[in-house]
Every structure is written in C-alpha cells, then in structure tokens.
C-alpha cells in the first residue's frame, strides 16, 4: 500500500476477505443456497398490498426469512450478532456470514444459533480461505499485528502502519504510541518497520523522528562514533582521515625536496679554506 508516507491512518489490507465475496460461497452443485429468486410467495421475500394489488418485496440486507407465502415484513428476521447477510431475499440464516473483524464462535453446535466475536484491540481479521478453491464459510482467524503495525479498534480487518521516522518492535500493539521516534544517531526512511538504521563511524544525525535516508557526514578537523548525533571537534596537532591524503602529499614533498637539496650540495665544488 501513494499518500503522504507519514500519515500513520494508512491501512494495510488483510489477507482475502472473501467474506465479502459473492454468495457463491454457499455453493451446492449449480444451485446457489440462501438467496432467493425473487419470485413472488418465495422464502426470502414477503408481499403487500398497494394500489395495484399485491407486491413482493425482498427482505433487506442484514435479514433473512424462510417462510413462504409471507405476508409482511414480520418474517424477516435480523442475523445472529456480530453476522449479516451481504444481499437481499436471503431465505436462510445460513446467508448470514461474519461481519467484517469479526469471527465465528466456534463453541456453538448450531451453526444458524452461532454468533461472531470482534477481533480484539492489537488484531486484525485474516481471511484463511484458499485463493481458488470454493471459500469455506466464516474461515477466518483473528491474528496480532506485526511488528511496525498497531490496531487501535477492535473489529478490524486490517492493521495501521507506523510511519516513517518510527518504529515498531512488537506483536499486538495497540496505539499509535506504540510507534516509538528514533533517536539523534538513527533516522527511518521507510514505513511500517521495526527497527532504525544507525550513522555509521564518520556520520551523524542530530534530531528526532527523523525520516532521512541517510546520516551526515562529519566535516574535516571533526569525527564520530557509531549513532552519534553530533561531530565532535579533533584534538590540536591532529587530523582526520579526511587530511590523510594531504598530509601524505606533503610529507612525500618534503621528502623530495630534502633529497635534492642533499644532491646539490654534495654537486658543489669544495672550497679551501
């Protein structure tokens, strides 16, 4: 998952989410299983009266009726909590599925009497259908965002990511403090990570939070340490590795000018005193 990389509301989409897929998933044969066609006396609907007489009408979304010749909006009945029915004229309870977030608890028998729990603070949904095989019915599972992720409502089927400059080192976190600022001598160029790069020897970085992707480097006459946020001044009569190449150069002149001053003076006539 462009937006501005620092907008820690980014989501990151779970794995599937054929929940809220086509009723395909209740597939028998060729015949699909809790919609109706709509023809009129059918489960699923109901009919009324208006001016030109009779009328059948589905049931909304989020209900479901399996009374035939229903003559009013009586008989359809809303999902178990935590379920709905994503189409109308669902003529069974099992056209009602698990909300978004939420999954299926499993301690009941009855898989019309069942109900669905939300993911908890720290989790997210993961859809553990798989990609083409007929979807199996509420296959999901809540799991704990990772590391450089943090949930902070439940019900959820994503995790929000960190943004850059931060980090996020653990499983089932909960706030976007979690997200902790790197420190002077770190920097987080990326989102969503759980860890920050340090300066190396030679470099620095002096803020917060920084999403740089890089450290300074120290300027001549100066040097650092690993994660250092400041350079720091050489001692008198010294020099950094910056120098070295000119501090070379003259030494080799010297070197050469010493030695051509001894070849000209041993070049010279001697002279009597």
Same mark, same amino acid.
């Given at each position: 998952? !462009?937006?501005?990389?620092?907008?820690?509301? #980014? /989501?990151?989409?779970?794995?599937?989410?054929?929940? &809220?897929?086509?009723?395909?998933? $209740?597939?028998?044969?060729?015949?699909?299983?809790?919609?109706?066609?709509?023809?009129?006396?059918?489960?699923?609907? @109901?009919?009324?009266?208006? %001016?030109?007489?009779?009328?059948?009408?589905?049931?909304?979304?989020?209900?479901?009726?399996?009374t035939t010749a229903a003559a009013n909006e009586q008989t359809c009945k809303l999902c178990m909590p935590g379920k709905y029915s994503i189409t109308e004229r669902a003529n069974s309870?099992?056209?009602?599925?698990?909300? /978004?977030? @939420?999954?299926?608890?499993?301690?009941?028998?009855?898989?019309?009497?069942?109900?669905?729990?939300?993911?908890?603070?720290?989790? @997210?949904?993961?859809?553990?259908?798989? =990609?083409?095989?007929?979807?199996?019915?509420?296959? !999901? %599972?809540?799991?704990?965002?990772? /590391?450089?992720?943090?949930?902070?409502?439940?019900?959820?089927?994503? +995790?929000?990511?960190?943004?850059?400059?931060?980090?996020?080192? &653990? $499983?089932?976190?909960?706030?976007?403090? #979690? +997200?902790?600022?790197?420190? =002077?001598?770190?920097?987080?160029?990326?989102?969503?990570?759980? @860890?920050?790069?340090?300066?190396?020897?030679?470099?620095?970085?002096?803020?917060?939070?920084?999403?740089?992707?890089?450290?300074? #480097?120290?300027?001549?006459?100066? $040097?650092?340490?690993?994660?250092?946020?400041? +350079?720091?001044?050489?001692?008198?009569?010294?020099?950094?590795?910056?120098?070295? #190449?000119?501090? %070379?150069?003259?030494?080799?002149?010297?070197?050469?000018?010493?030695? &051509?001053?001894?070849?000209?003076?041993?070049?010279? /006539?001697?002279r009597k005193l």
């Open positions: 998952m !462009g937006r501005a990389p620092t907008n820690t509301e #980014d /989501p990151i989409i779970s794995l599937g989410m054929s929940n &809220l897929g086509p009723m395909i998933m $209740y597939a028998e044969g060729s015949l699909v299983v809790g919609v109706s066609t709509g023809t009129h006396g059918e489960a699923g609907t @109901f009919s009324y009266e208006n %001016v030109s007489g009779p009328v059948c009408k589905p049931c909304e979304t989020g209900q479901y009726s399996n309870s099992l056209a009602c599925i698990c909300k /978004p977030g @939420f999954v299926q608890d499993t301690s009941e028998s009855n898989d019309e009497l069942s109900t669905c729990t939300a993911c908890e603070l720290g989790k @997210f949904l993961v859809d553990l259908n798989i =990609p083409g095989n007929v979807p199996r019915k509420n296959a !999901g %599972v809540c799991v704990g965002c990772p /590391p450089g992720y943090y949930q902070n409502e439940t019900a959820q089927s994503y +995790c929000r990511i960190c943004s850059q400059g931060t980090y996020q080192p &653990l $499983y089932n976190r909960t706030s976007v403090s #979690d +997200c902790l600022a790197c420190q =002077p001598g770190y920097y987080q160029n990326e989102t969503a990570k759980s @860890f920050c790069h340090m300066c190396s020897a030679g470099k620095y970085q002096p803020i917060i939070a920084s999403s740089a992707g890089t450290c300074g #480097d120290c300027v001549k006459g100066t $040097y650092s340490a690993m994660a250092a946020s400041v +350079c720091t001044p050489c001692h008198p009569n010294s020099f950094t590795p910056h120098q070295v #190449d000119f501090a %070379v150069l003259v030494l080799v002149q010297c070197r050469l000018l010493r030695l &051509l001053c001894e070849r000209f003076l041993h070049s010279m /006539p001697s």
